[in-house]
């Protein structure tokens, strides 16, 4: 039963696992500037991401600004869920 369990839990979060490892690429600026600009309301996760977002336009590598873009992500999802729950 234990095994079961296990398998069914493996099936659920490795796809996310894999999702969330994938890196952004820089390719990606404008359609983030674009989303948290267009979708996003004020508040503290709209304001982290628009500062993680200058930091991504500013990075000196493509490693940095693909970092930058993930919490930007990160930043957005969060504010999307909160103007939500509103």
């Known amino acids: 039963m234990r095994i079961a369990i296990a398998i069914a839990a493996a099936a659920l979060l490795l796809p996310g696992i894999?999702?969330?490892a994938t890196p952004i690429s820089c390719r990606e600026l404008p359609k983030a500037e674009q989303f948290v600009h267009t979708?996003?309301?004020p508040g503290p996760n709209t304001?982290?991401?628009l500062h993680h977002l200058a930091a991504a336009?500013?990075?000196p590598s493509p490693r940095q600004c693909s970092e930058e873009l993930a919490k930007v992500d990160y930043?957005?999802?969060r504010s999307l869920a909160a103007?939500?729950?509103r």
């Open 18 to 20: 894999a999702a969330a």
């Open 39 to 41: 979708r996003l309301s």
């Open 47 to 49: 304001r982290e991401a």
């Open 57 to 59: 336009k500013a990075a």
């Open 75 to 77: 930043f957005a999802r």
């Open 83 to 85: 103007d939500r729950r």
